[in-house]
Each structure stands twice: as C-alpha cells, then as structure tokens.
C-alpha cells in the first residue's frame, strides 16, 4: 500500500543551527513533492513544491532534495529560529492521480 | 482577496444529525479538496473536486457527500453525523490541475456527541 512517513517523534534543536526532516514514501510515482508549515489551530502554509526531475531547490533559509532512487525528500532549514517552531508536512502528487497525499508531520521545536 | 473561507469554525452535532460544511474560494482555482485532520494522523484526503460539475472521491469520503455547482464553492455534507467524524476539517483550493501549492481555509472543528 501507498506510504508517506515522517519522523513522528518532535525534532528539538538551538537556535542557529540546521534542522533538517524527513519525508520517506512507498508505492508512489510522485509527479511533485510539497512542504508545508502548520501551526497550532492552523490551516497548513505551503512552503515549497519540488517536481520529479529537480534533485534540489531553495526558498531563503529553506533547501529541499528529492531523491526518487532512495524515495526520499530531506527539507533543511539553515540558521533555525524559534518563530520556526511548528509542524512541518510533506505531500505527495501522485502522476496517477489528482489528489494530495500528506504526511503526518514532524514537530520541530526551536529552542533560543 | 479573502482566500479560502471556512464556515462554521466550530460545531457540536449529535449522533445521527446532518450539516453542510462551507467552503468558498475567490482565487478562481480550478482544484478544490476537503481534508480531515486527525491527531498522530496528519491530512486525510476526503473528497476533491477539479472543476464545477466534476468531483472525485479520495481516501476517506464514507460518509460525506460533495458537490461543486460553481468554482466558487465546494461545500461538505455529512449525511448522519457519527462519534468517527469528530475531526478538523480543511478545504483547500489550488491552480490548474491541483498539482501546485495548495491554499488552505481555517479549518472547521467538529465534535459528535
């Protein structure tokens, strides 16, 4: 069956440092791979959309690789603050399909 | 340019009742969806819509009903409500053939008694 993991457990780093999370998928063709940040009693904000055929792409402090051998995406985001602090998801567009799958995020904490 | 718009933010049904879920999008997006988030679960896709007139189902549609008779509006109806449905509800609109970023409304959170 299809499946789309992140680290389940809260990511706790200092301020200034890299975080970097995961995004493993199984039994998917993606056509593009999404970030998004969600905050406490939030709607999701997308951050970044990566296609099958980019292996990196950068937004400011935000880098995203996809590797489609290993099924893969690692989202980092340099020189952390604490306002970085939330839960970040990762979402799959199938090439078979026109829908969204996501992940069930991981929480990062940022700590000053 | 309100985005996406979400109504009610909360809502206390009972077992057994029905409600529609609203969701309206100014943005002229083709790509609707309706998602339920659940804790330790992350975003479920429940149904989607890539068109007025065209609706599909994703993941977990038992139980909900969709219809898209504009671009505008992609509401959600939960037939007979059930204790399984308590959930936050996101809808979310994106541009053509819903394969870029997705904008998300509020959310409405739902508890069933």
């Known amino acids: 069956s299809q499946k789309i993991e992140q680290n389940s457990e809260a990511l706790n780093i200092q301020e200034g440092k890299t975080a970097t999370l995961t995004c493993n998928y199984t039994n998917y063709s993606p056509a593009y791979l999404q970030w998004y940040r969600q905050d406490p009693g939030r709607g999701p904000v997308f951050l970044l959309l990566i296609r099958e055929n980019e292996k990196e792409k950068r937004k400011e402090r935000l880098k995203v690789t996809f590797d489609t051998t290993l099924k893969q995406s690692l989202f980092h985001i340099t020189a952390s603050q604490p306002a970085d602090s939330a839960t970040y998801l990762c979402a799959l567009m199938d090439t078979g399909r026109r829908a969204l799958t996501f992940g069930s995020g991981t929480r990062l904490q940022v700590q000053p | 340019n309100a985005g996406v718009t979400q109504t009610p933010k909360f809502q206390v049904l009972k077992t057994g009742q029905s409600m529609t879920l609203q969701c309206a999008q100014d943005m002229n997006h083709e790509y609707m969806s309706w998602y339920r988030q659940d804790p330790g679960m992350g975003l479920r896709l429940i149904h989607y819509s890539v068109g007025a007139g065209i609706t599909d189902q994703g993941e977990v549609p038992n139980g909900y009903n969709v219809s898209r008779s504009t671009t505008e509006d992609f509401p959600l109806r939960l037939l007979s409500a059930a204790p399984s449905q308590t959930s936050v509800y996101f809808c979310?609109?994106?541009?053509?053939?819903?394969?870029?970023?997705?904008?998300f409304g509020p959310g409405t959170r739902l508890t069933v008694t």
């Open positions: 979310a609109s994106s541009g053509p053939r819903g394969g870029r970023e997705q904008y």
